[in-house]
Nanobody, 123 residues
Framework: QVQLVESGGGLVQPGGSLRLSCAVSGFTFSSAFMKWVRQAPGKGPEWVSDIDPSGVITRYANSVKGRFTISRDNAKSTLYLQMSSLKPEDTALYYC????????????????RGQGTQVTVSS
């Protein structure tokens, strides 16, 4: 059974930081291209970042570049998203997902995803 379980979300003031985690089980995490996607209220899903299986190659949406860092620990089957200099427009449900084979990873498409963790940036 495939499971992706996010944690680490919460309420933070503008300029603050949060670290999201995604614990994965049910498939070979160390071979998977992974990503973070977010969805703000009333908007469609937005690709945030993705990472290759080795953790060496990472990509970011322009809206988060320089502020967010994606990483992974293959020994722990866990994906991370370090978020800093948070802005109110970063408020969204953040979920981790496995990139859909045959489709660009820098899209909201996936084959497995977690339930998500809410991030709210507000003073």
């Amino acid at each position: 059974q495939v499971q992706l379980v996010e944690s680490g979300g919460g309420l933070v003031q503008p300029g603050g930081s949060l670290r999201l985690s995604c614990a994965v089980s049910g498939f070979t995490f160390s071979s998977a291209f992974m990503k973070w996607v977010r969805q703000a209220p009333g908007k469609g899903p937005e690709w945030v970042s993705d990472i290759d299986p080795s953790g060496v190659i990472t990509r970011y949406a322009n809206s988060v570049k320089g502020r967010f860092t994606i990483s992974r620990d293959n020994a722990k089957s866990t994906l991370y998203l370090q978020m800093s200099s948070l802005k109110p427009e970063d408020t969204a449900l953040y979920y981790c997902a496995r990139c859909l084979s045959g489709s660009p990873c820098d899209s909201p498409k996936y084959d497995y995803r977690g339930q998500g963790t809410q991030v709210t940036v507000s003073s």
